[in-house]
């Protein structure tokens, strides 16, 4: 989060278990501050609930480990499209100036 900044990054991959905040209450507050970035969460555990929470909360995938590079490659090209979609709305929007 020291490093969040709005449209700096186009898609976070992130664990679910980190040391001082998981990757589910990572993902959250990106969503409380009104981020969209596509978010790729990768666990361990195979925990149906988990998985649910991830998604529920707005991931993109929930992928479990050990992670197919394939598969991995696959969303994050997909997360990287729809960044790009979002920034060229943003772009072709009116401004209010």
């Known amino acids: ?3 969040y900044q709005p449209d700096r990054f186009d898609c976070l991959i ?3 278990s980190m040391p001082g905040r998981s990757g ?3 993902q959250e507050r990106l969503r409380e501050l009104g981020s969209s970035m596509p978010v790729i969460v990768i666990s361990a555990d195979t925990n149906a609930a988990t998985r649910a929470r991830a998604l529920s909360g707005g991931a993109l995938a929930c992928l479990t480990k ?3 590079d394939d598969v991995l490659l696959r969303h994050l090209e997909s997360a990287l499209n729809r960044a790009s979609g979002v920034r060229d709305d943003r772009r072709d929007a ?3 100036d």
Do not use: G, Q
Request: aromatic share 0%.
């Open 94 to 96: 009116p401004s209010d």
């Open 1 to 3: 989060m020291a490093e």
């Open 24 to 26: 589910l209450e990572l």
């Open 66 to 68: 050990p992670v197919n």
């Open 14 to 16: 992130t664990d679910v």
